[in-house]
């Protein structure tokens, strides 16, 4: 059993118990969301300590106001993906240390990472994990670009961005997953790109991260350090 910080799950617990008091969750949308906030304990982590202030600011700020719009009575998909863009964004851009505000599109960054690796025994995989973040980036812009509404009528259009509802179950259930699956490539690229950032926001808490990530993940980063 992995010995692990009170603090941590006791942290986790918190958001989880916050959560429940804004909806109701069965237990799959309860243990994905309790894999989500294991990812984002990882990033805050890091950046923390590594004094990534404007990335720490902004990156966790827009994936917990991501998941605030997703649990909203008032949801609105632009809205949330909105967040999830900038988020991805950021870490992006963090990935590859680049300032915050640089110009340098999500797609430079890509092909800059894919370069990179071009001879790589793990090219395929990090092709695919690179591709899906990259998707899921650009349906989130195409969304804010007016997505697949039709423009008929400008007062009717005008009127549809006013309509917000509570998500559907099975909607929920399918952006949460997403949202796990953002996290996860992730930390999966942290682990690739910024292996050292890891090791110094875990120095003698090799036990927590253990816990924290997925066990394929765990192996990937001790893999690295040997």
Not at 35 to 40: E, R, V
Not at 66 to 80: A, P, R, T, V, W
Request: include cysteine.
């Amino acid at each position: 059993m992995v010995k692990v910080n009170n603090d941590k799950i006791q942290e986790i617990e918190n958001f989880i118990t916050i959560l429940e008091t804004k909806i109701l969750m069965d237990n799959d949308i309860r243990q994905s969301f309790c894999m989500i906030s294991k990812k984002i304990l990882i990033i805050k982590q890091i950046l923390s300590v590594n004094n990534q202030r404007d990335f720490l600011d902004s990156m966790i700020y827009s994936v917990l106001m991501g998941i605030k719009i997703l649990i909203s009575d008032h949801f609105k998909q632009e809205q949330y993906d909105l967040y999830i863009r900038i988020f991805i964004e950021h870490s992006f851009k963090m990935l590859t240390d680049k300032d915050r505000n640089s110009r340098i599109t999500v797609d430079q960054i890509r092909e800059e990472i894919l370069k990179q690796y071009n001879s790589s025994n793990l090219k395929k995989e990090i092709k695919s994990k690179i591709d899906t973040l990259y998707n899921f980036y650009s349906d989130c812009s195409g969304s804010l670009h007016g997505g697949a509404r039709k423009l008929d009528s400008v007062g009717l259009y005008f009127n549809d961005l006013y309509i917000e509802n509570k998500i559907e179950v099975t909607k929920l259930k399918k952006q949460v997953e997403q949202l796990k699956k953002i996290l996860d490539n992730i930390i999966y690229f942290i682990i690739l790109l910024k292996p050292d950032m890891i090791l110094q926001a875990f120095l003698n808490k090799m036990f927590e991260l253990e816990y924290l990530l997925s066990e394929k993940q765990y192996k990937m980063i001790k893999n690295m350090i040997h």
